[in-house]
């Protein structure tokens, strides 16, 4: 898989995240749908618990 970097400014991204995600299911529900939204064929999530396991 290719990674594209891209760099979003904090402020950016605390008004769109204020805005749309109440949670960590809703940031989840919303990545899934925005791919969707750009008629990708497929969406892959990678969900690392590392931090949990502290």
């Known amino acids: ?3 594209i970097p891209f760099n979003v400014s904090a402020r950016a991204a605390i008004l769109i995240g204020r805005e749309n ?3 960590s299911k809703g940031a ?3 990545l899934v749908k925005n791919s969707h939204d750009a008629d990708s064929k497929f969406c892959i999530v990678y969900i690392d618990n590392a931090l949990n396991r502290l």
């Open 1 to 3: 898989m290719t990674q």
């Open 21 to 23: 995600i109440a949670n």
């Open 28 to 30: 989840i529900i919303e």
